[in-house]
């Protein structure tokens, strides 16, 4: 295993990658430092979820990625407070653990999903809906991400019943600008099982692709098999399982 080498920047990890959540994610305005080690690459960022910390993602082979970790980790001038590695990397690091540890998936699409029944009742929500989707989230999605209002949250989509009630939402966020990221997508419990999310993500997905994007991407906590399959279905293709949390000394 070579050791740990410091890259020029998002040009050389990109080429030294080659992936496509790479290329989705890696913001050149918001990259700390890119690093190599061994076989595994990534770059550090600020953190989303821990104030003044840095988050460091990192692809590749589980122990290589693991390595970098250990490597990074004690240096005050990284300042890593979270981590997004290889599925499982975690079980490789002696020093540290991951607290609360997140198992997850990143999924793609870059054809339009078959169309689904009710779309024809989606569309945008403006401003004034941002307390409905915030009481829908806090209900019915405690895991979820993206909020109204906060950096990187774009716009939202959503339907309502007949009594005019918000039942199903999805955002529309970016981690890199031009790149679509679906976030959020919430059902209403009493009525889930009738197609909503679906309807939803697949109205959203449709509506960005038409717009030029060419391409977007989603990721979901790896114990919710409904949306798995919802997703698959919509013609995402899932090959990026992550293990995310923040970084404890054992």
Known sequence: MTGLRRLAGPDELLALLDDDFARAEVDPD??????????????????????????????????????????????????????????????HLPAYRLEPRNDWEWF????????????????????????????????????????????????????RDADGDLIAAAAHTEHRAGVPHLASVVTHGEHRGRGLGAAVTGWLTRTLLAEGTGWVTLGMYSDNDVARRMYLRLGFANDHRFTSGRLRPR
Request: hydrophobic share 40%.
């Open 30 to 91: 918001r990259l700390h430092s890119s690093w190599a080690l061994g076989d595994a690459a990534g770059w550090v960022t600020e953190s989303r979820r821990t104030a003044g910390r840095a988050h460091l993602v990192a692809l590749g082979p589980p122990a290589d990625a693991a390595a970098m970790l250990g490597e990074l980790a004690p240096r005050a001038d990284v300042g890593l407070g979270s981590v997004t590695l290889p599925r499982d990397a975690d079980s």
């Open 108 to 159: 793609v699409t870059r054809a339009a999903p078959p169309l689904q029944a009710g779309e024809d009742a989606v569309g945008w929500l403006d401003e004034t809906t941002y307390d409905e989707i915030q009481r829908l989230l806090q209900r019915w999605s405690p895991r979820h991400d993206a909020e109204p209002a906060r950096p990187g949250v774009l716009r939202w989509a959503g339907l």
